[in-house]
């Protein structure tokens, strides 16, 4: 293999032009015979016997050339960039340039997507907005209500619905007095004011009785999902079969004893709102985090390949599916379902795949610059933690997750910490006290509508 050039081009690409001597050549010749010689028929030879010249002179000179290439150029371009030293970030694209009809060699490019280079702005001693954090004993209610609600138990009894209840239902939709696909069911459970049915349907039962019928007319919304169904009227023809009210437990020492570890009901309350102080602790320093980490960003320089981007849309779909087979969806399923592609859905998530993209290289290049490094104690640490959490033995913990994955993880958040201590968290009402000039309301502006961009995705 010789190397003829390596030439940088838009995007983060290098071409590198890769010779294949005549000797290479021949050597991957002789091992594309070796594979391919039981697929010829020739006369007066056991089938896979026939002499590599004999072949040749049958089916043509060249009737190995293919599958050689095949073989060979593999080998070929992994040296070239081990010789070009390029970190390579996805699948090149490869043509082949030169073929010498005499089997002296080939000659072939390679347009290989590599690593970007970097140029940063100021990523320390940066200024967010973070918000404060506080708790109503509203909010601890409202948490209470939650794990009221799930203690809940239902009964039949023998009175006309209300909002709250479960409506046990038979039921079948008509349009112009034809009955359309999946209108109808049986035996449904309906929670009255639950939201669950088109828009008017529920409130139509209220006040119905087991064994009363009712007609309900509804309008599909616009935006409905069975596009066939959308803005159409219908009517659905009812029997309530049975009536459940939901028997919520009373808030006392004897629900907190039920519902938690706790012996009374102001323990579980206190436990409630110091959990939710974390939580939204958690989430202010987050948010402040991506704040501060999209200020780099937007100052950011790098020709970030799009092989790159790629591979954390695919990354994105492959996710969002298995998030989907947890709840017996298949992606494909749910694709027609919404009426799309592949192409369309990945199209769908290709801006948050750059906004990901951007994030990653920024943090990896802080982590460079600053010398940031993961100690084996922190890594075992971390494995430790992992255990823990998933009641795991560490040895299976690091079957799933591998050293290398781990370390570049912990790097990442290592990187994460070293910003956000150099940072300034500018309060809300700080931030609303200091009037800005015109020319730094429209950079504000400007940021805003950047920030609104990043949300949609």
């Known amino acids: 293999m010789k190397l003829n050039k390596a030439e940088k081009q838009e995007k ?5 032009e890769i010779a294949v001597s005549k000797e290479e050549f021949e050597s991957a010749i002789q091992k594309a015979y070796h594979k391919l010689a039981g697929k010829f028929n020739v006369p007066g030879f056991r089938k896979g016997k026939a002499p590599l010249r004999i072949i040749e ?28 030293k390029l970190d390579v970030v996805g699948r090149a694209d490869i043509d082949i340039k030169d073929l010498d009809e005499n089997g002296e060699g080939y000659v072939f490019t390679a347009k290989v997507p590599v690593k970007p280079e970097v140029k940063l702005g100021e990523y320390k001693g940066l200024k967010a907005e ?34 709250g209840d479960t409506a046990v239902i038979n039921f079948e939709g008509f349009i112009d007095g034809v009955p359309f696909e999946g209108g109808k069911g049986e035996s449904y459970p309906l929670v009255i004011g639950s939201g669950r049915f ?9 006040g119905k009785s087991a064994g009363e019928e009712a007609s309900v007319n509804v309008t599909f919304p616009e935006d409905y999902n069975a596009k066939e169904l959308a803005g159409k009227e219908a009517v659905f023809n009812c029997k309530v079969l049975e009536v459940k009210e ?68 695919d990354q994105i779909v492959e996710d969002f599916g298995y998030r989907l087979s947890n709840q017996g969806i298949e992606l494909d399923a749910y694709l027609k379902m919404n009426q799309m592609d592949r192409e369309s859905f990945k199209t769908k998530f290709r801006p948050q795949a750059e906004h990901q993209v951007k994030t990653m290289i920024a943090l990896e290049k802080i982590g460079e610059l600053e010398n940031v490094v993961v100690s084996d104690e922190d890594i075992e640490n971390e494995y430790k933690k992992l255990s823990e959490k998933y009641n795991m033995e560490t040895e299976k913990i690091k079957g799933f997750i591998g050293v290398d994955s781990l370390k570049k993880e912990l790097t990442v ?18 931030k609303k006290e200091a009037p800005k000039a015109a020319s730094e309301k429209k950079t504000a502006h400007a940021k805003k509508t950047t920030k609104k961009e990043q949300d949609r995705e």
Do not use: W
Not at 12 to 16: D, K, M, R, Y
Not at 137 to 160: P, W
Not at 198 to 206: D, M, N
């Open 12 to 16: 983060s690409i290098v071409e590198l």
């Open 57 to 84: 002179q049958m089916y043509g000179k060249g009737v190995f050339y293919e599958e050689a290439i095949n073989l060979s150029y593999p080998e070929a371009y992994d040296k070239a960039v081990e010789e070009a």
């Open 130 to 163: 973070k918000r404060g954090v506080s708790v109503s004993d509203e909010d601890v209610e409202e948490e209470i209500k939650k794990l009221q609600d799930r203690a809940s138990r239902t009964e039949t009894c023998d009175r006309a619905v209300k909002t």
């Open 198 to 206: 088109i828009p008017g349907f529920e409130e139509q039962l209220v």
């Open 246 to 313: 939901t028997i919520l437990p009373e808030l006392d020492d004897e629900f907190a004893k039920d519902v938690s570890e706790f012996d009374s009901i102001s323990a579980l309350r206190e436990d409630l709102k110091k959990k939710l102080i974390e939580s939204r602790q958690k989430t202010a320093d987050s948010e402040f985090e991506d704040k501060i980490i999209d200020q780099i960003t937007e100052k950011m320089e790098a020709d970030i390949p799009d092989a790159m981007i790629d591979r954390q849309l």
């Open 413 to 430: 958040n290592h990187t994460i910490d070293l910003i956000r201590d150099s940072s300034v968290a500018v309060a809300e009402t700080e």
